[in-house]
């Protein structure tokens, strides 16, 4: 540009009539603006008239971007025929002068690509770094448009939208961009500033810009916003495997056009860490890969496969070193990468070609190895740099900690469930009195295993008693907590207490326990219970509760009810009482006893719930387990927030054929008559081989109840699953075993009951006691 030549023919009166392009690339008018205007207008200054006012000398001209141009013109004239001039060819060179204004040598010696378009966005002035960047030189950008000279795309079109909006509003505007330019390899960020440039009248002449060159800020400002990302997006679940597929997610594309997480064996069961890896050949297991490509064509090693990796590969020193590990393309270890990958999936070799650039990251979290991340560039044209292996190890720590974090809940998960499951009734016991099922579905939400359980417990006199209880919380302190109250219920139970007894001491037991684990974060405050005795002699259910759900029961003939009872307060409050309800059977009445994780939700009110939970007992299935599936489908929310315990029982009656009572009046002489009574009956039972036993027993019962208890006296037999001898009086002293020494006349009846009878005991009645023995029905 610093010799430009330039030719112009101007007619005689001094109008242009023809315009090179030097002319124009001089002075940045193009043909069309120039011919036929008057070569005065191109001046920047006033000159001498006439035209021209002499062959040779200098003007200074105005550029079409409103600069000065000071030229050297040639003037020389076109004769007609007669010999006078018909005009004047003029050509005219910089002038060598003065040189370069300083402007101008900052423009062309900028650090930063700088150029100036006109408001129909062509190119007036280009500086050198600008040349560099587009790659060519400035003489073949004037004049030319834009899009001419850049590919049609939504980056570039971005561009010229800006530039159209500058010329348009006369407002500076500034913009990011991240695009391609001819000269450049691959994209570069840009920040770039637009503003409108005017002539001295203050009109609108063109626009100029700097772009200045970002990548690398760029590329820091988007590994920061994918750890802002990470932050948010990995570990929403503490799930093992879908947080390394949010981490492959995240990093994808992105990041890498393939990236896969693998873990050591251990990390997917429930085992403590083993220690770090060996030095040997290492086993890990694929969880997670995500490429550019559908269906990840390129991977060799499929989901839930194995790779062993010897110690030379990149995963494995990654593993071992406990840092980023880098290779490229070239590199032996790199080679022998992708060789093995070849071999072991030759289909995906395709889709493999081109890859030049691999990172691998080990996965550590509170001091352990967990696994290793790897990110492959294939299609993307930058290689991993240090900055990169920085990123990459800060990301791959948060998403380790999110990995160990959902490993370790799946181990306490792993650990609640098996406690639990060790504490649940794994097979119901014998008893006749009631026919069971039931169903226990552990909460699948993150808070974990909470502690929900039930019990069937058989009690004496063919009674059972039907357990369910709650303990608010989750995880291994909720299952402890529903192991211990299972254990006390059951030992209480054992006592023999009314419902609404054993629900206080179970109260005191759990203030207790609260008292006694002051400083830990207590879950029996948050526990409730309902305790149902059910007698088949009576048909009678006896229940109480401490602030759990009321039973259901479906009656035989279809319609189906809550039963009403006293809530009472849930345990661990204390000082308050509970009542017990009791309520007659019709046999064949199915009673459903459950916890509040079937019929509460955030998103359902509990009385429609609870509606829904009748009418599904209502429905007609061929047994109690296919009733409870069909309840828990109706009734049960799809991702249900808590455990649901559901205990069902058909009611049995014991019919009048199977119970023989007899009043016993206080006098001795009667019990020989009692005996013979019973003798009768066992005959009629056709028990004649219990005879001896059994008449042994009611003698020293029913001689106990004349001697030590009080009026009135009853004996009765129950023929069930075993014979059932129990003789009620009005006292309510309980008997006990004692050692009788040799010379005492007494003391070794109730002895010879426990020797000669299967189990004994006693338990208190609202008018006294009753005292019962059984022994097993002889084989038929």
Not at 120 to 132: D, F, G, K, T
């Amino acid at each position: 540009m610093e010799h430009v030549a330039a030719v112009a023919i101007v007619d005689v009166r001094g109008v242009v009539t023809a315009w090179s392009e030097g002319a124009r690339a001089l002075t940045g008018h193009a043909a069309d603006e120039a011919v036929g205007r008057r070569a005065r207008d191109l001046l920047a200054e006033d000159v001498p008239a006439g035209f021209p006012p002499a062959l040779t000398g200098t003007a200074v001209l105005r550029h079409r971007d409103g600069s000065t141009v000071l030229l050297d013109l040639t003037a020389c004239p076109v004769l007609g025929t007669d010999g006078t001039p018909g005009g004047y060819v003029i050509t005219a060179e910089r002038n060598g002068g003065p040189g370069p204004s300083l402007a101008e040598q900052a423009f062309q010696q900028a650090s930063m690509s700088m150029s100036i378009f006109d408001t129909e966005q062509r190119y007036l002035r280009v500086n050198e770094v600008a040349c560099q960047v587009m790659g060519m030189p400035e003489e073949a950008l004037l004049g030319r448009h834009l899009l001419e000279t850049v590919e049609d795309v939504e980056e570039n079109q971005g561009f010229l939208d800006h530039l159209r909006q500058v010329a348009e509003t006369g407002l500076p505007a500034r913009y990011q961009s991240f695009a391609g330019a001819p000269a450049l390899n691959r994209e570069h960020a840009w920040s770039i500033e637009m503003w409108p440039v005017r002539d001295p009248a203050e009109e609108l002449t063109g626009v100029a810009l700097v772009a200045l060159e970002s990548t690398e800020q760029y590329w820091a400002q988007r590994r920061l916003s994918l750890l802002n990302e990470a932050a948010a997006g990995i570990g929403t679940s503490l799930d093992v495997v879908r947080t390394a597929e949010e981490l492959v997610e995240l990093l994808v594309p992105k990041y890498a056009d393939f990236a896969s997480v693998d873990l050591l064996e251990w990390v997917l069961g429930a085992d403590e860490p083993p220690g770090e890896p060996d030095a040997d050949d290492i086993v890990l297991r694929r969880v997670a890969h995500r490429s550019i490509n559908d269906g990840t064509p390129e991977t060799a090693v499929h989901l839930g496969e194995a790779d062993v990796c010897p110690p030379t590969c990149l995963q494995a020193r990654a593993l071992l070193e406990g840092r980023a590990v880098l290779g490229q393309a070239g590199e032996p270890e790199f080679l022998s990468w992708l060789e093995q990958r070849n071999a072991r999936a030759p289909a995906g070799r395709p889709f493999r070609r081109g890859a030049h650039s691999m990172l691998a990251v080990p996965l550590r979290a509170r001091g352990t190895t967990l696994g290793v991340a790897v990110g492959v560039r294939v299609a993307h044209p930058d290689q991993y740099a240090s900055d990169d292996i920085v990123f990459a190890e800060e990301l791959a720590s948060r998403a380790a900690v999110c990995i160990d974090n959902a490993r370790r809940f799946a181990r306490e998960r792993a650990t609640a469930l098996a406690l639990q499951h060790s504490l649940l009734p794994r097979g119901l016991p014998g008893q006749a009195a009631v026919e069971v099922a039931h169903r226990y579905l552990p909460s699948g939400s993150l808070a974990g295993v909470g502690g929900d359980w039930f019990d069937v417990i058989p009690l004496s006199g063919s009674r059972v008693a039907l357990v369910v209880g709650d303990v608010v919380g989750h995880g291994i302190p909720s299952s402890a907590t529903m192991g211990r109250l299972c254990m006390a219920v059951r030992t209480l139970a054992d006592v023999d207490l009314p419902p609404d007894e054993l629900l206080t001491h179970l109260d005191d037991l759990v203030t207790h326990l609260a008292t006694d684990d002051a400083d830990d974060d207590v879950a029996e405050l948050g526990a409730t219970c309902l305790y149902a005795v059910y007698d088949p002699v009576t048909r009678h259910l006896t229940l109480a509760s401490a602030g759990h759900p009321a039973p259901a029961v479906v009656l035989p003939d279809g319609t189906a009810h809550l039963i009403e009872a006293a809530p009472g307060p849930p345990l661990g409050v204390g000082g308050l009482p509970f009542e017990a309800t009791e309520v007659e059977l019709p046999e064949g009445t199915v009673v459903a006893l459950y916890t509040d994780g079937l019929i509460e939700d955030r998103d359902r009110d509990v009385d429609s719930v609870t509606t829904e939970l009748c009418r599904a007992l209502t429905a007609r299935t061929d047994t109690l387990d296919t009733l409870c599936d069909t309840v828990l489908k109706a009734v049960l929310s799809e991702e249900p927030s808590d455990d649901v315990a559901l205990l069902l029982a058909r009611t049995r009656a014991l019919g009048a054929d199977q119970v023989a009572t007899w009043d016993v009046p206080t006098d001795p002489a009667q019990v020989a008559v009692t005996r013979q009574d019973v003798a009768d009956q066992l005959t009629a039972w056709g028990l004649e081989e219990t005879a001896f036993v059994t008449e042994l027993v009611v003698s020293e019962l029913v001689t106990n109840a004349i001697r030590y208890g009080e009026p009135p006296i009853q004996l009765r037999l129950i023929r069930d699953r075993a014979l059932i001898c129990e003789v009620s009086d009005g006292s309510s002293t309980s008997p006990h075993l004692r050692r009788a020494h040799v010379f005492d006349e007494g003391g070794r009846g109730l002895l010879l009951v426990a020797q000669l009878t299967q189990r004994w005991g006693s338990r208190q009645t609202g008018s006294g006691k009753i005292i019962w023995a059984e022994q097993p029905l002889p084989p038929e």
